[in-house]
């Protein structure tokens, strides 16, 4: 289970669970991502650990060869090992090469496989974003002796390049080994029910992080709101407390406000997320449950009341224009 901790916490920012901190132009707070996790390993395969020079910093080279020896327990394990040193990169390899190998993913197993990309592509869209903010200072010309902007936009391009791999490597793992390849309503089982509207999250979060950058290409919005859709038909079958079903709600109500530019269409799913769970609250499954759905809950009154507020603030600056 993951437990997130908020640190500088701030009600006037809002929240994207998969970001992992607040949003605003104005507001931030951060927050700390923690994964419960053994990190025992077996001296049989502790030789894997090691890396080659080439290997060291570069995530498009990859001890994949070691990984092919490796039993899906030892990658398992190789992985909560890597998360524990915040080697992040090497993380996401591990568990790629466990899905390859065998894509029946336990809570435990699908949130190690989340929190180690989260990270690996969470570095790369800070980077961007601090880019994209020097680019735009320097195209305003608010900085004195600035770097040259084509020095600025050349950067920035090949961090987007980075971000494209790892989000294209994403996107095809959850679509080749993933996601069912079957019908919403020949999906039952609760279990798999909640497994797979995880999936479909993670991939409309996934085209989400590319939307933001690349903000001309229909397609990624596209994808991005069919797999947030189908995630949402099948969070129809559990209860609206399911912290699952309600983080997709959090992060789709995202999606609306920050790449469609639709607020009242964000602020529609919050709400209606938000008043269910709160008629079910009492229902919750059990004390872990209650405190997980409790804490989406407050994200999502969080990015209500900041919503409503600008939007509030905008129609008055439309008034006094007119």
């Not at 053994?38 to 001890?63: C, P, Q």
């Not at 809570?107 to 190690?112: F, G, I, Q, V």
């Not at 407390?241 to 920050?258: C, Q």
């Not at 529609?268 to 759905?293: G, M, R």
């Amino acid at each position: 289970m993951i437990i997130i901790i908020i640190t500088n916490y701030f009600i006037s920012g809002w929240y994207d669970v998969n970001r992992g901190r607040y949003s605003n132009h104005r507001r931030s707070a951060r927050v700390r991502v923690w994964d419960c996790a053994a990190n025992f390993v077996s001296r049989s395969f502790l030789h894997s650990i090691r890396l080659s020079e080439t290997e060291k910093g570069d995530w498009e080279s990859s001890n994949s060869h070691e990984m092919e020896d490796m039993d899906i327990p030892d990658l398992v394990d190789m992985a909560k090992l890597a998360e524990h040193a915040e080697r992040f990169e090497d993380m996401a390899k591990y568990m790629k090469s466990k899905v390859q190998k065998d894509s029946n993913l336990s809570m435990d197993e699908r949130s190690l496989l989340s929190v180690a990309f989260k990270n690996v592509i969470g570095s790369r869209r800070a980077s961007w974003r601090t880019l994209q903010v020097q680019e735009s200072k320097t195209e305003e010309g608010k900085t004195k002796g600035a770097i040259p902007l084509e020095i600025t936009k050349e950067y920035k391009k090949k961090v987007e390049t980075e971000l494209t791999e790892i989000i294209d490597e994403v996107i095809e793992l959850l679509d080749s080994k993933l996601i069912l390849k079957k019908a919403n309503d020949e999906i039952t089982d609760e279990k798999e029910i909640e497994t797979q509207i995880f999936y479909y999250k993670m991939k409309g979060d996934y085209c989400r992080y590319k939307a933001e950058y690349d903000k001309e290409n229909d397609k990624i919005v596209s994808d991005g709101e069919a797999a947030y859709e189908k995630a949402l038909e099948l969070a129809e079958k559990l209860p609206s407390t399911n912290p699952t079903s309600l983080g997709l709600a959090l992060n789709y109500s995202v999606f609306f406000y920050e790449i469609k530019n639709d607020g009242a269409k964000a602020c529609s799913i919050a709400k209606k997320a938000f008043d269910d769970a709160v008629k079910d609250l009492d229902n919750a499954a059990t004390e872990s449950t209650y405190k997980d759905s409790t804490l989406i809950m407050q994200l999502l009154r969080d990015n209500l009341t900041l919503w409503t507020s600008e939007a509030e603030e905008d129609d008055q600056q439309d008034a006094e224009r007119d």
